[in-house]
């Protein structure tokens, strides 16, 4: 097959790391400029969104240009690379990356208008978009250009690398902007996904060593390989492999590649992490670490586990689902004793996430589209619901959920979007979250019955935690304390509104997103589905 | 009967309107207000409704014009497909949904028309409206949906609404902690509605079996294609029962969320929290009979099931006693009205769940109409009385408040059962149809027996309310200013203006009327005309067994008939003797007689304190030690990793400057001792050097030449 | 009388070069030892002349024998300025007293 091999992919990618490259030289400029610091940050400030923005109209092109209905690897960019190792620089998008790359460019886009001190108090300058801010922005694109690469690669070497790229990053990002325990939350980060990614590396080079000769993309003969579509064309051979210390090739590869992922989605018992990195991360990182960090795991798990291991996955099947629904239950329970309202909206999105192991589990085509959804929607709505988080906090300089009440006498705003937010969270159908939610419930119900009900239970304590820190929060008598406090400014609802607009327009008409990924995603889950008995629809 | 559908493109603007009117009042609401005044505000969240009410006119009309059996349909566009799962946005117009369309429709207008009077002074008149318009959009497409997952857009819709009115004075953290507890006691029956959704969507569609799951062909949510399906998946289980069974259950578990049935009524009498209007028309006439309508809708499949049709029909009576019995105790006037209102919602259920499915559906609609008169009356009352609704505190408004007064007596007439108004002929249809089956699994007089027994202690407590609240002597108003800010001067009760009377007379009269689609057979030789009009959609019920045919069955039904207004008119009396002056003393006396009794019931059984110990405490509690847990095993554990890891570095620190460190520093130690020697021989002496250098090369010498010898 | 032959440049050379070696490792005096080493010097270089006149490349050996004189007298140049250099320092041309390379 000739690929058509297009740039764009590319160009999106690396657009972010110009900016980078930019504020380099804004910084060794400065002194023969003799530019004052504030000039210099807000260069910096500027640069960052002259390079976000690119991408996400890059990222605009590619949905439009993106046939959902044809399936398959869009949008190419395939050359070798390192031909010692049979390495390529391959790039492109299929359904189930497709939306993540928007996510990433919406969200990436969110989070540098997040970044930007309007509307932050003068007087405020330990405020964190105060602080080094040239270092601050060249880490976030730097992050950027990480977060599209994971999504955007196929050759797992690419892969890989990129997946590391991303962890630098966030490390400083944490370490130095972040909230008074920021060393240990980034350390715990930083240490715990590293050890996940050590297991990644272990199975990707068995995988390597695995794979049987095959040629690079400009006809170069090679005797292993890295690209990941190849590997996924050989997944009966690894079936063969010989066991690795007395116990099956490929189960201990899944299992190793499927502890890397679960660290990152993330799945208890592996969530601890979460919470501190969450509170102490300051709030634009808060929102790219909910809103795109954490769907790297799953869509590790739908890029290497499932194709490349299947017989492992359809083994761990109702592993997968179990834990889904531990996670869904279990920490919906924790979200209820949360006393910071930032860890509450952490423990929820570990919650959340327990949606997606169990569609994902459930090789139907509802719960399979239903889980990536719920990937996308809590992409959309976690986010949001930081920035919320943020908004108090940069006013209140605390998050305590007993420290307010009867907030919404004077910030009717801000509680509406709240409201909103919250509403979407706990599945209010007409909301987006409520989609993907019962397509995960309503695909795995057929296979797992009273796991999904044990899942569906959720719903309610979900209900509860968010009605009594509403309650706490914004309703009752005004806690004359925060009397002064003011509503939303432009900063804020330039970052709320689209993500609150998305969360309406996509719960009554999903089915721009859902077309995208749906033909993808069934091919992928179909062989599954057909061993296990279950072929539903077309 | 042949069902036959018929495209159409005018229902989805039914639901529409009301939605524009919310986004308006609530996007623009606080700058119109400020611009134009309450007027305007109050101009957008009347009409909207109103046109609503015009377009669902328009399209009964349309309906009316076609033969039985047509099912009007309206496609609005794909909302979610994958795989089998195919739901579309699409609004679908039979004649059970004709029914409530046009309830929902001319009460909720009446209502939002009630409420420009009795908000006229709340400054977020805009929010009110917009919430009440977003109501109204939410139970239009629970009644109109076409599918089941939309009608649960609806059904969550209603509730949120529910939510956000009750809590409307969110000031007052009581009324915010009423909504939260509405909104999760609802959610624990809409999670019942998921699962049993999940079980009627896979079964219905394919099978399960032993062994897993069978795919099979048809999968549909949309109601009109259901009947069929059920028809054909005559013996399919799950779990030891039959797959009607548990969907008719599980939805019932929702229907007892939404409606406020045993065991998940708590939550409606708190939720008379909200303003009065809001009781009226969520918490009585509409939202809460969700749950009748969703049983009814779903009759074909109850019909197949005994076993859920019982559960059905004996909570319904279980809980239209109850509640009644709770009803008695209470002062407030609108937790008179609550109690009330679960225990008619008791009733509609024991209506649909003895398969008289069109009983029901007229019990609702009568409901509707004498439950909001009621809640409106009082809302009067309470305007009246400077926002009090203690009972005790009230009386002899009856000659201030001659409108007030008036339709609330042709209301309380309808509720308890006289057969000059609407609520004897739904009521004693339902009595009369528990009385008769024979499709349960317990004998019809059980059900009846509960109802009949409510039935005298709801016209005790109903009359009882109104004695106490219009008869005796005038009530003075004590404690005014309290309350929301209403500036009148006076202090004495009068009558309210227009706006509010005049929505009383239409619903009572409107309670009056409605009769007339009821009339029995006996009295008129024929079916009533509403059984008629609802059979197309209620054909599944016409199989069911009855105990009693022909003749006998007529002479019982007069029986019974009678004995109703009997016992009707035994609660009227009791409530008379009690309750007509301030001083009798034997209410009191009676309490006296019977602490134990009294204090419970008074106390409403301490179901909430139960709850409260039981299903919250345990619930907090496994909160907090689920908490606890990540907190102190699971994040404890990681950081002990942490800490072992510190461990070993320090140990692995100590080999290395001890053992690895050591060994490097031994070969230079050995070095440098090495060289201090050797230095020795450097002397300095350039002579001596030079000794050396003439040895060497004669050594050098010596050595070739021997070297030579050798290999030579 | 016999014909000069090799032998006879060899034995001269060698007998020079023994002197040298003598002068060499005796005397204290700098000066002197720097006089042997040209005495070394030479003898090399008419042992060189002579091997290249006797059956070898004659232009190769007066090229090298023209190297050792420059050489030479580039050493006794250097060696003069470094006797001088200490004597400065030192005030001695004596070997025996110049013990500063002692390690």
């Given at each position: 097959m000739i690929e058509t091999q297009t740039t764009l992919l590319t160009w999106m990618t690396f657009t972010p790391l110009i900016g980078v490259a930019a504020i380099g030289l804004l910084l060794m400029a400065r002194p023969l400029l003799g530019l004052s610091q504030r000039a210099v940050d807000h260069g910096a400030r500027l640069l960052a969104l002259l390079t976000t923005l690119p991408s996400l109209a890059l990222s605009y092109v590619m949905w439009r240009d993106f046939d959902g209905a044809a399936g398959g690897v869009q949008f190419v960019h395939h050359t070798p690379w390192i031909r010692a190792f049979n390495i390529e620089y391959f790039m492109g998008v299929d359904g189930l990356s497709v939306t993540m790359v928007m996510l990433t460019a919406l969200i990436s886009s969110v989070a540098v208008i997040a970044s930007?001190?309007?509307?932050?108090?003068?007087?405020?300058?330990?405020h964190f978009s105060r602080r080094q801010v040239p270092g601050y922005m060249a880490l976030l694109l730097l992050l950027e250009t990480g977060m599209f690469g994971v999504f955007c690669a196929l050759d797992f070497f690419l892969f890989y690398v990129l997946w590391e790229l991303v962890l630098l990053p966030m490390y400083f990002l944490i370490g130095i902007w972040?909230?008074?325990?920021r060393e240990y939350a980034a350390i715990k980060f930083f240490l715990y996904t590293l050890a996940g990614s050590v297991l990644m590396l272990l199975g990707m080079i068995a995988l390597y060593y695995a794979s049987e000769p095959t040629t690079l993309v400009d006809g170069t003969a090679a005797?292993?390989?890295?690209n990941m579509l190849k590997l996924a064309e050989q997944?009966?051979?690894?079936?063969l492999m010989a066991p690795i210390l007395g116990l099956p090739f490929t189960k201990v590869v899944w299992v190793g590649m499927f502890i890397a992922f679960a660290i990152k989605v993330p799945m208890f018992p592996f969530h601890t992490w979460l919470p501190d990195a969450h509170v102490e991360a300051p709030t634009p990182i808060s929102v790219l670490l909910a809103g795109v960090l954490l769907k790297m795991g799953p869509y590790g798990m739908l890029r290497v586990?499932?194709?490349?291991l299947p017989e492992a996955t359809l083994w761990a099947q109702w592993g997968v689902a179990i834990f889904g629904a531990i996670n869904i239950v279990y920490a919906a329970f924790v979200c209820m004793a949360q006393k910071d309202l930032k860890k509450l909206i952490a423990y929820s999105s570990v919650s959340h996430m327990g949606f997606v192991l169990l569609g994902m589990a459930a090789f139907t085509p509802q719960g399979i589209s239903g889980a990536v959804y719920q990937m996308w929607n809590h992409g959309i709505i976690s986010p949001a619901l930081f920035l919320i988080a943020g908004v108090i906090y940069d006013r209140a300089?605390?998050?305590?959920?007993?420290?307010?009440?009867?907030l919404s006498k004077n910030l009717p705003e801000y509680t509406a979007i709240t409201g909103l937010a919250f509403m979407a969270s706990l599945g209010l159908?007409?909301?987006n979250g409520f989609i993907s939610e019962a397509l995960v419930l309503v695909g795995a119900f057929p296979v797992f019955k009273v796991i999904t009900i044990v899942s569906a239970s959720g719903v309610i304590i979900t209900a509860a935690y968010y009605l009594l820190t509403m309650q706490r929060v914004?309703?009752?008598?005004?806690n004359e304390k925060y009397a002064a406090l003011r509503d939303l400014n432009w900063r804020e609802r330039l970052t709320l509104y689209p993500l609150v607009a998305l969360m309406v327009v996509l719960g009554f008409y999903p089915m721009p997103i859902l077309d995208l990924m749906n033909p993808t995603l069934h091919s992928l889950v179909l062989p599954f589905a057909q061993r296990t008995g279950l072929v539903t629809g077309p | 009967m042949e069902s036959r559908v018929l495209p159409t493109?005018?229902?989805?603007f039914i639901p529409l309107f009301p939605l524009v009117g919310a986004a308006i009042n609530g996007l623009f609401g606080a700058h119109l207000q400020r611009a134009f005044g309450k007027k305007a505000i109050g101009l957008v969240g009347v009409a909207l409704p109103w046109a609503a009410f015009v377009f669902a006119v328009l399209a009964v009309a349309q309906l009316w014009r076609e033969p039985e059996g047509t099912t009007l349909v309206h496609r609005v566009y794909g909302w979610i497909g994958v795989g089998f799962l195919s739901v579309e946005v699409a609004f679908a117009l039979d004649r059970l949904s004709a029914m409530m369309v046009l309830v929902v429709t001319f009460v909720g207008s009446l209502i939002h028309v009630y409420s420009l009077g009795y908000m006229?002074?709340?400054?977020?008149f805009w929010r009110f409206f917009s919430y009440l318009n977003l109501f109204l959009f939410a139970m239009l497409v629970l009644v109109l949906a076409d599918n089941v997952l939309l009608m649960f857009v609806g059904w969550e819709g209603v509730g949120l609404c529910s939510y956000l009115l009750i809590g409307f004075?969110?000031?007052?953290l009581a009324n915010a902690r009423a909504g939260a507890k509405a909104f999760v006691v609802n959610r624990i029956g809409d999670f019942g509605f998921l699962v049993g959704f999940f079980i009627l969507f896979w079964g219905l569609g394919g099978a399960f079996t032993e062994t897993g799951y069978h795919i099979g062909s048809g999968y549909s949510l949309a109601f009109r294609d259901l009947p069929a399906l059920v028809a054909t998946a005559g013996d399919k289980t799950l779990w030891g029962l039959d797959l009607f069974t548990w969907v008719g259950i599980l939805f019932f578990v929702g229907a007892t969320g939404k409606s406020a049935?045993?065991?998940?009524?708590?939550?409606l009498p708190d939720?008379?929290?909200?303003p009065t209007p809001v009781s009226a028309l969520i918490?009585?006439?509409?939202m809460v009979t969700a749950g009748v309508f969703l049983v009814a809708r779903m009759n074909f499949l109850y019909a197949h099931s005994p076993l859920a049709m019982t559960i059905v029909a004996m909570v319904g009576a279980a809980t239209a006693l109850f509640a009644a019995t709770i009803g008695v105790f209470q002062y407030d006037i609108k937790k008179v009205l609550a109690y009330s209102t679960v225990s008619q919602l008791g009733y509609m259920f024991v209506g649909v769940g003895v398969g008289a499915f069109w009983a029901g559906a007229y019990h609702l609609l009568t409901h509707a109409f004498f439950k909001a008169a009621l809640f409106l009356g009082a809302g009067s009352v309470i305007l009246a009385m400077h926002?009090?609704?203690?009972?005790?505190?009230?009386?002899?408004?009856g000659k201030v408040m001659p409108v007030t007064r008036w339709t609330y007596w042709l209301a309380c007439v309808a509720i308890s059962g006289f057969?000059?108004?609407?609520g004897f002929f739904s009521k004693d249809e339902i009595l009369w149809q528990a009385f008769n089956t024979?499709?349960?699994?317990?004998?019809?007089w059980l059900p009846w027996l509960l109802g009949f027994a409510a039935a005298g202690l709801t016209s005790f407590y109903m009359w009882r309310s109104y004695f106490m609240t219009f008869t005796g002597p005038l009530a003075k108003i004590e404690?005014?200013?309290?309350?929301?800010?209403?500036?009148?001067?006076?202090a004495a009760p009068r009558e309210q203006p227009a706006v509010i009377t005049g929505v009383l007379v239409v619903l009572a009269a409107g309670a009056v009327l409605a009769s007339l689609i009821g009339l029995p057979m006996l009295w008129t030789?024929?079916?009533p005309w509403l059984e008629h009009f609802l059979a197309p959609t209620f054909?599944?019920?016409?199989g069911l067994p009855k105990t009693f045919t022909g003749h006998e069955a007529h002479r019982l039904e007069w029986l019974l008939m009678l004995a109703s207004t009997a016992v009707a008119t035994i609660g009227l009396g009791l409530a008379w003797w009690l309750?007509?002056?301030?001083?009798?003393?034997v209410p009191a006396q009676l309490a006296a007689r019977f602490p134990g009794t009294h204090r419970v019931v008074f106390n409403k059984y301490f179901v909430d304190e139960a709850y409260q110990r039981s299903f919250v405490w345990g619930f907090m509690s496994t909160s907090r030690l689920s908490a606890w847990f990540d907190q102190h095993i699971l994040d404890a554990l990681v950081n002990l990793v942490a800490a072992l890891t510190r461990l070993f570095a320090a140990l692995d620190g100590l080999i290395d400057a001890y053992v690895v460190d050591g060994m490097v520093n031994t070969v230079g130690n050995g070095v440098r001792a090495s060289g201090r020697g050797l230095r020795?021989?450097?002397?300095?002496r350039i002579p001596q050097y030079l000794a050396v250098v003439v040895a060497g090369a004669v050594m050098l010498v010596v050595l070739a030449r021997f070297i030579v010898d050798v290999y030579t | 009388m016999a014909q000069v032959g090799l032998q006879h440049f060899l034995v001269v050379a060698a007998l020079l070069f023994a002197l040298g070696i003598v002068c060499v490792v005796t005397r204290r005096n700098a000066v002197a030892v720097l006089i042997g080493i040209e005495l070394l010097l030479n003898a090399a270089g008419i042992n060189v002349v002579a091997f290249a006149r006797y059956g070898g490349n004659l232009l190769a050996g007066s090229a090298f024998a023209l190297f050792i004189i420059a050489l030479a007298a580039a050493e006794a140049v250097v060696g003069l300025a470094l006797i001088f250099a200490i004597h400065r320092r030192?005030?001695?041309?004596?070997l025996e007293q110049t013990e500063t390379l002692k390690g």
């Open positions: 930007m001190p309007w509307g932050i108090a003068r007087d405020d300058s330990h972040g909230g008074p325990r005797a292993h390989t890295f997944a009966n051979r690894f079936e586990n499932y194709p490349i300089h605390h998050r305590e959920i007993e420290g307010f009440g009867g159908p007409g909301l914004f309703l009752g008598k005004l | 493109n005018l229902l989805a006229a002074e709340d400054k977020a004075w969110y000031e007052d049935q045993i065991p998940l009524y708590v939550w939720a008379m929290a909200g918490h009585a006439a509409t926002h009090e609704q203690d009972m005790r505190k009230m009386g002899g408004l057969p000059i108004a609407s024979n499709a349960l699994l317990v004998p019809g404690g005014h200013g309290h309350g929301r800010g209403h500036g009148h001067q006076d030789g024929h079916a054909a599944a019920a016409e309750y007509r002056g301030r001083d009798n003393p020795q021989l450097q002397t300095g | 030192l005030r001695s041309v004596d």
